[in-house]
């Protein structure tokens, strides 16, 4: 009877789980052949409004007149603080879902005599840049300059297109690069 009850106990909890779990889910045996798509990146560009310290955010007016409010790190803030309110803001993100934008960098046109690119990451990246055709960053051309950037330190780029991935990984350079500091908040592959 023990061993009954024991049994029973077991098939209970194991429906109660599956109910509120849900079913396990179906997993292919075959391996796909395609790596998953990068997210798309995208830009919003205004101008900086204040930085809260207090709340940990960045809050700009884009150019289309909305307000906009970016929560970050405290690295990333302390360095953004630096700047004045009115300076040109650039936010480059990745749209991972339609609710979910990770920055990859706050860029500050203007405010540097060349592209400056400061690690506020938490690690060491690889930035990576080549030059562009026509104007554009969709096809580069020409060899991949590459190099490490340790946290808190800064590179500059000479080439008009730029990306970074952490230490390890690569990207391919696709964002335009500009006279002015930018701050590398997230580096993807």
Known sequence: MGRFRS??????????A??????????????SSQA???APTKSVYGK???????????????DG??????HFEPAVIAEAARFKPGDPLIVIYRQMTPQEKRVTALAFPGTAKAPIYVNVT???????????????????????????????????VIDACWCC?????????????????????????
């Open 65 to 70: 007149g909305a307000q906009l409010a970016w």
């Open 122 to 156: 938490g690690e060491r990246v690889v930035i990576r840049s080549s030059g562009g055709v026509d104007g554009s960053c969709n096809q580069t051309s020409g060899a991949v300059s590459e190099s490490v950037i340790p946290m808190g330190g800064l590179a500059e």
């Open 165 to 189: 991935a952490p230490v390890g990984e690569s990207c391919t350079p696709g964002n335009k690069s500009g006279l002015g500091r930018a701050l590398l908040v997230r580096c993807f592959k």
């Open 18 to 31: 599956t109910l509120l779990c849900g079913p396990a889910p179906h997993v292919s045996a075959q391996a």
């Open 36 to 38: 998953p798509t990068p």
């Open 48 to 62: 900086l409004l204040s930085v809260d310290k207090s709340l940990n955010n960045v809050l700009m007016q884009e």
């Open 7 to 16: 049994g029973v106990a077991l098939s209970l909890v194991s429906v109660a």
